[in-house]
C-alpha cells in the first residue's frame, strides 16, 4: 500500500487572502512528475490560480539485506522491505519480496540496493537437451519415465519435452531439478 505525500508551495501573500463562497474545483494533469501544477477555480467570486506542489508516493520495496555476489540464489535472509519515494525511482522495482525468492543474482549486489529485474532472473531447473524425468500422477500411483527437454525451465514453467521411449512431445511443468510434471504444478 503507498503513502502519498503532497506538499503544496506557499502562495504569494497578495493570493492567499482570497475568498469563495463556494467549493474550489482542482485541475491537474495526472503523470509520473514530482512536480505539479494544478488550477484552483472558484465560481462565486469567479477567479482562478495556479498552485504548485510536489508529490510523492512511498511504498515497500525489496531490497538487498547484504551484499551478494553474483549467482546468489536469493531466500528470505537475503532481501528485505524498505520504503522509498517511488516517483523519484528511474529504473523498476519488486514489491513482493515472495517474486524473488529463488531467483538468482545475475550482478554482484552492494548492502541495502533495490532489486530491479534487470538484476536477477530466475534458476533454470531444466536446460534444453537435459535428461529428465517425465513424472505422471494418477491417485495414489506415480509413473515415471525419461525425456529429453526440448527447452529451458524455472521451477512452475511449462516446457515442452520428447518421450525417449514413444518419441512423442509432452508438455509438462517443471517440479524440480530434472523432474517434469504433466499432471500440473
Known sequence: ??????????????????????PISFIHAPGRATRITAKAICNQPVWTIFITATIEQWQPVVVSSRALSKGTILGDSDIYLKEYDT???????????????????????????????????????IRKGDLVYIEARKGTMTV?????????????????????RSGKQVHGYVKSQGVVSVNGQ
Do not use: H, W
Open 1 to 22: 500500500m503507498a503513502r502519498t505525500v503532497v506538499r503544496v508551495s506557499p502562495l504569494a501573500p497578495t493570493l492567499d487572502k482570497r475568498r469563495c463562497n463556494g
Open 87 to 125: 516517483k523519484s525511482l528511474s529504473s523498476a522495482y519488486f514489491t513482493n519480496p515472495g517474486e524473488l525468492i529463488g531467483r538468482e543474482v545475475k550482478r554482484s549486489l552492494a548492502s541495502n540496493q533495490i532489486i530491479s529485474p534487470t538484476l536477477v532472473e530466475k534458476r533454470l531447473l
Open 144 to 164: 515415471r519415465m525419461t525425456g529429453t527437454a526440448e527447452q529451458d525451465g524455472s521451477l512452475g514453467e511449462q516446457i515442452s519435452v520428447i518421450n525417449s
